[in-house]
């Protein structure tokens, strides 16, 4: 079964540091999705990105969080000047779109912890 | 995205089987209804998808009523390891699908 993977699995960092989530999409799936849950609280929708451009934002993705594909492939979420309360499990998500548009793969996700 | 309802919580034994209920009144022509399932520390996870009627995969079965404004999740004699967060979707399954927002889900747990 095809798998999204996340590095890295959890990551400790300074507040005001930044970090760097990456994520490999399954290969021609080309619909990609970051979202973020908070112990204890649901799946919240960052951002959703498609042919190299983000789609749709929510107002959690504010200028301290950007999006790339920076080889093409892999997929990143970059979290500049992190906050306490930026400490969350980030999953990357990966979708076909059409008459599979509802259907996502998840990855493992990424723990961040921010001290 | 049409709203949906679910029950916060559910409690169930093993070997019983389990119904969820989701309500999407105002689910659309278009809109497809989605299950996914959650473990503590993992990812959603995909379990089945409908338009009307029923779906059964081996995993579960979701039935949907004409005026598809409710759809039933049902797990069959759950076990265990089917405590987990189940979330309810409702989107067009041909849209460009490009805001998928889950809700708070049922937290579903079995006791031996």
């Known amino acids: 079964e095809p798998e999204v993977t996340q590095t890295p699995s959890h990551q400790v960092t300074q507040m005001g540091q930044e970090v760097i989530l990456r994520c490999v999409p399954i290969s021609n799936h080309l619909y990609f999705y970051w979202y973020r849950q908070i112990l204890g609280q649901k799946v919240e929708f960052l951002v959703s990105?498609?042919?190299?451009?983000?789609?749709?934002k929510s107002e959690i993705f504010d200028d301290q969080f950007s999006v790339e594909r920076p080889d093409g492939s892999n997929f990143t979420l970059k979290i500049r000047s992190t906050k306490l309360e930026d400490s969350a499990m980030y999953f990357c998500?990966?979708?076909?779109?059409?008459?599979?548009?509802?259907?996502?793969?998840f990855g493992a996700g990424s723990r961040l912890t921010v001290l | 995205l049409a709203k949906t309802t679910q029950p916060i919580s559910m409690d169930s034994y093993e070997g019983q089987e389990v119904n969820i209920t989701c309500s999407h009144n105002n689910i659309a022509t278009n809109d497809y209804i989605t299950w996914y399932q959650q473990f503590p520390s993992q990812g959603p996870r995909f379990i089945i998808q409908?338009?009307?009627t029923k779906v059964t995969n081996e995993v579960a079965s979701l039935f949907i009523p004409a005026d598809r404004k409710s759809s039933t999740l049902s797990l069959p004699r759950v076990s265990l390891s089917d405590t987990a967060v189940y979330y309810c979707?409702?989107?067009?399954?041909?849209?460009?699908?490009?805001?998928?927002?889950f809700g708070s889900g049922t937290r579903l747990s079995i006791r031996p």
């Open positions: 990105f498609y042919n190299n451009e983000i789609s749709e």
């Open positions: 998500a990966n979708g076909q779109g059409g008459s599979g548009a509802n259907v996502l793969t």
């Open positions: 979707l409702v989107g067009d399954m041909y849209s460009s699908a490009s805001k998928i927002i």
């Open positions: 409908g338009y009307k």
